[in-house]
């Protein structure tokens, strides 16, 4: 699991920084923001950016935390707390950043991925959407 230092949060150097790395990432080709993620973020921080994200969009999709949980293999408890952020509204500006058609085509590969848990006709089509 990655560890993340709690002491730097309030710092403004940190802020600074923080704001720059936002203001850089949001300057990014759509084809180098690929290679940007991928060399910067470990294999585990790159699952668990993906799986928070998911778990939005489900919570979006009326799932319970409990679901969600069991889908994407996060502990209840971080289901929980994603879902208490969700309905405080801390999401909004997120979901309202995504169009519909992204949205759809994000919910549909969740779909199969619950699905591929129980159907083998859903593990290959989403084998064939990986290929």
């Known amino acids: 699991m990655t560890n993340v230092s709690k002491n730097t949060k ?3 150097n940190f802020i600074l920084a923080q704001d720059q790395l936002i203001k850089f990432i949001g300057n990014l080709q759509k084809t180098n923001s690929q290679y940007f993620l991928n060399e910067l973020l470990t294999p585990s921080e790159q699952i668990m950016i993906v799986k928070r994200f998911a778990a939005v969009f489900m919570y979006e999709d009326s799932y319970s935390p409990y679901r969600v949980s069991n889908t994407l293999t996060i502990s209840i408890s971080t289901a929980q707390r994603i879902f208490t952020d969700y309905k405080k509204g ?3 500006k997120m979901l309202s950043c995504v169009t519909q058609k992204d949205t759809n085509s994000f919910m549909l590969l969740i779909q199969d991925l619950i699905l ?3 159907s083998p006709r859903a593990r290959a089509r989403l084998l064939n959407r990986v290929l």
């Open 90 to 92: 801390t999401y909004s």
């Open 116 to 118: 591929a848990q129980v």
């Open 10 to 12: 309030s710092d403004k």
